[in-house]
């Protein structure tokens, strides 16, 4: 994967591509592509915002890691991981204002219909 620049607000989104999928549903422009598009598995896997350029590997710890999310059967999450997904289901924070973060993938996160976001979009400012 490439390097990730710069800085995402408090609140606000940054819209990573990933592979298309095979159903032809159309996605906002994002705001980072790679040559070869990611591929993630919908059972398992586990994505990292990190605070670093070094690549790790394993499960990655503090202080490198921002949040880790981890779902399905993934070998690595916060806590415990967030459940299982089909190709037409996505995670988000329980806490609809995505305010909360106990730190606990299976608490944190549930499953719904993609609702994509990217940095144009309204931040989300949590009080």
Do not use: H, W
Request: hydrophobic share 40%.
């Amino acid at each position: 994967m490439g390097v990730l620049g710069g800085t995402i607000a408090p609140g606000g989104y940054y819209l990573v591509a990933t592979s298309d999928g095979s159903d032809g549903g159309v996605l906002p422009a994002p705001d980072f592509t790679t040559a070869a598009p990611l591929q993630l598995s919908a059972t398992d896997g586990k994505v990292a915002l990190l605070a670093t350029t070094r690549r790790l590997s394993g499960c990655p710890t503090a202080p490198a890691v921002v949040d880790l999310v981890g779902y399905g059967t993934a070998n690595c999450s916060e806590t415990a991981p967030a459940p299982m997904l089909t190709k037409f289901e996505s995670l988000i924070r329980a806490d609809l204002n995505a305010c909360v973060d106990t730190n606990d993938n299976s608490f944190d996160l549930v499953k719904i219909t993609p609702a994509p976001r990217r940095s144009s979009s309204p931040a989300n400012v949590c009080r």
